[in-house]
């Protein structure tokens, strides 16, 4: 009857948090009318949400003892259990993965792929057809997401995006910006009468440069024909290290006392914390009440980093900025763009040609940051982006991350301009609300929505265009060879040593 009893009020306490997170108020709602609707959007939508993905299942007992097996091994950072449900390349692992830095810590066994072209990149794929204890859907391709035909049918357009976290989004998460956008622009296309329908592959994948991407678009996008290929990502080629020539050393740790291993307690609500609303609350109550702090005072007096929601105190430093680099008016032709971008520009070049040679078109997004000089943020509820800024950015100011992010910006609007693509300049639009954000890039279920949102009122202009001049929807689709065989394959290992 004890038994009985808690599991019927722990069901009902769990059916009210999402009932009452169903009736709280979006964070997004109040920028709402301030996001210009594209002709023949309307404002109603915006609440409404994709329909259940027809590829959704329960996932395995096999892959539920993976996450176990991962639990088990006491190696559990960051995204290491769902990278166990990754494919990785087996270029870029190697012949022995007990010698790889960061897979040596699997549980045993991963999975891996051999690529086509003997090439590095892309460092992993989704495994196929899956859907993870982690919450991730994929299609046949990999992607996350519904299916999607191979052969290009009449009377579709197809949208393919390309980017890193911030466009796959997280796993556990119920939508991907993406699946939003697609969804919403089947609605639009039923509002008007138009006889034509929107498929969207969303090729993204957390934790991957610009040469990943290209690899992607030339390997697994440009075989499925996209009419249009968007381009979101501007983070993990972020590095400002070569603008620092006397760059202070990077923290060891957080400037806060650092908190004991993960009992059971805390690993079960973890895994629970994928699936359940009441899990994740009781998760986000410990983390704010419970986080250790550091009782030697900072150096601005005002007790531990981040205590106030300011930025934390940074050691000196000069940033010299490449000489005759014209930060205004930059040449893209240059070798020695800030923050990696003329490698990301030649990539980009990569990508714009596949993308024409399957008869596609490329756009580019401006990448949003929420970081900005001075921004004072909530010290409990808005810590997971103080940490990333101060100290996953350390030491760099708030005041040159923000600068960089306006140059990066401009450089990818004037390459935009220079090839005669499409600009969509999604950062000027995307509010600065740390209640939309997980951290400086990444948002929440909600901010991944407005997120969506204003990617809609973007690509209309460009889908009316296309509609208008009859290029869309093709009559006629180029023979394109089909995707290169995906076979996952299973390697299992020991490894004598663990790091850490």
Same mark, same amino acid.
């Given at each position: ?33 301030? =996001? ?81 072209? &003997? ?11 899956? #859907? ?26 197809? =949208? ?5 976290? #911030? ?16 969804? +919403?622009?089947?609605? +639009? ?5 138009? $006889? ?30 996209? $009419? ?13 290290? !070569? ?7 990077? !923290? ?43 009782? #030697? ?10 205590? *106030? ?8 430093? #000069? ?6 680099? *014209?930060? %205004? $008016? ?23 040609? %596949?993308?024409?040679?399957? &008869? ?8 949003? +940051? ?20 101060? @100290?996953?950015?350390?030491? @760099? ?73 009859? %290029?869309?929807?093709?009559?006629? @689709? ?7 065989? @995906? ?14």
């Amino acid at each position: 009857m004890i038994l009985l009893s808690v599991v019927l009020c722990t069901a009902l306490a769990e059916g009210m948090v999402r009932w009452l997170d169903a009736q709280e108020p979006s964070a997004a709602l109040r920028y709402l009318d301030g =996001i210009p609707l594209a002709e023949g959007v309307q404002r109603a939508w915006f609440a409404d949400d994709p329909p259940p993905l027809p590829n959704r299942r329960t996932f395995s007992a096999s892959d539920a003892e993976l996450v176990r097996r991962v639990e088990a091994s006491g190696v559990t950072d960051g995204t290491r259990r769902a990278d166990m449900f990754k494919v990785w390349n087996s270029v870029f692992v190697g012949p022995d993965p007990c010698a790889h830095p960061y897979l040596k810590d699997a549980p045993g066994q991963i999975y891996v792929y051999d690529p086509p072209d &003997g090439s590095p990149w892309p460092r992993f794929r989704f495994l196929p057809d899956t #859907t993870t204890p982690i919450g991730l859907v994929t299609n046949a391709y990999g992607f996350r997401g519904g299916p999607v035909p191979l052969a290009r049918q009449p009377k579709t357009i197809r =949208i393919a995006f390309l980017g890193a976290s #911030t466009t796959v989004s997280s796993h556990h998460f119920p939508y991907s910006y993406p699946e939003h956008v697609g969804y +919403w622009l089947n609605r +639009w296309a039923a509002e008007k009468k138009l $006889d034509v329908r929107f498929e969207v592959l969303n090729a993204g994948r957390e934790s991957i440069g610009s040469p990943d991407i290209a690899a992607i678009m030339r390997n697994e996008v440009a075989p499925l024909a996209p $009419d249009l290929v968007v381009y979101y990502e501007g983070a993990n080629q972020f590095y400002l290290g !070569p603008l620092v020539p006397d760059l202070p050393p990077r !923290p060891a740790r957080l400037p806060v006392a650092t908190p004991p291993p993960p009992g059971l307690f805390a690993r079960v609500l973890e895994d629970l914390s994928y699936s359940s609303v009441l899990a994740k609350r009781l998760q986000n109550l410990i983390a704010e009440y419970a986080s250790p702090k550091d009782p #030697t005072p900072s150096a601005a007096g005002g007790g531990a980093p981040g205590a *106030d929601g300011r930025e934390w105190p940074k050691p000196e430093y #000069t940033l010299v900025w490449p000489t005759g680099v *014209d930060e %205004t $008016d930059p040449d893209l032709a240059r070798k020695d763009l800030p923050v990696s971008l003329s490698e990301i520009l030649a990539d980009l070049g990569r990508i714009d040609a %596949t993308t024409e040679a399957v &008869g596609g078109e490329l756009a580019l997004a401006s990448f949003k +940051w929420l970081v900005a000089d001075g921004m004072v943020l909530d010290p409990a509820r808005h810590r997971f982006i103080l940490e990333y800024l101060n @100290f996953g950015y350390a030491p @760099f100011r708030y005041r040159d991350l923000e600068r960089l992010a306006v140059f990066q910006n401009r450089v990818l609007e004037k390459y935009a301009k220079e090839h005669r693509i499409d600009f969509l300049d999604l950062a000027r639009l995307m509010p600065s609300d740390p209640d939309l954000y997980i951290d400086a890039i990444h948002g929440t279920p909600e901010g991944i929505r407005l997120r969506g949102w204003v990617m809609l009122q973007l690509l209309v202009p460009v889908v009316d265009r296309h509609l208008a001049d009859g %290029t869309w929807p093709k009559k006629s @689709f180029p023979a394109v060879p089909p995707p290169a065989p @995906f076979e996952p394959r299973v390697v299992t290992f020991q490894c004598e040593r663990k790091a850490g």
